[in-house]
């Protein structure tokens, strides 16, 4: 299986459709979003100064990202996601360096293309599972809780996001344009980029990922 590199906007589905790659394909799933809050959760002096970066809606420094990620990779021993990173040109050229110095050549960017007025909608009805860290949304029928306010995976009550408001949202939107055009541009000319337009309806964008993978 090729491993998988997720660009999107805040709140395309990156976290569904990863969590349905991780069930049926074995993935591992390396969220960059999630281990932002892990670290931020521990309250340490690093924790309290990502979690103030997150609630502003900007980006955490790259030298902090690339730090976590670089330990992460080196851990991986089976096909891996990751999620929210590299959000940046400068991300994207030293996670190619990693790449090299751990042998990994088999991969691709896929783009999730969805509108900026139907990711505001998602994060306004998404919640989380603070243990496992599945995504659901009180909006979209088929990405609710069976059971209302509680995950199907491990039966934790589920969560909202600190950082989940609209106006946090807007600013990571115009970051992430800003920053991931260039970024986009980077993998087309390598070749591997695949964009997946307009990706409503997960049991759909799931099988085109699919076809892309195999």
Known sequence: MKNIIFIAPPSSGKGTQSNL???????????IGNMLKQE????SKLGLEIAKIMESGTFVPDEIVND???????????????DGYPR?????????????????SSYIAIYLNISEEEALKRVAGRINCPKCN??????????????EGVC??????????FDDTEETF????????????????????KGNLFII???????????EIENVIK
């Open 170 to 189: 807007k600013v990571r939107y115009k970051n992430y344009l800003k920053n991931t055009i260039p970024l986009l541009n980077f993998y087309k000319r």
């Open 68 to 82: 976590l990620m670089q330990k992460e990779l080196k851990k991986i021993d089976k096909p891996f996601i990751l």
């Open 134 to 147: 599945r995504s659901y949304n009180v909006f979209t029928k088929s990405l609710k809780p069976l059971k």
């Open 88 to 104: 940046n040109l400068t991300q994207g050229k030293l996670l190619e360096k990693e790449f090299t110095n751990l042998n990994i």
């Open 152 to 161: 199907d995976d491990c039966l934790t009550s589920l969560t909202t996001r």
């Open 21 to 31: 790659l991780v069930k049926k394909y074995n993935y591992k799933h390396i969220s």
């Open 197 to 207: 337009d307009n990706p409503t309806e997960p049991d759909l964008t799931f099988k």
């Open 40 to 43: 931020a959760s521990k309250k």
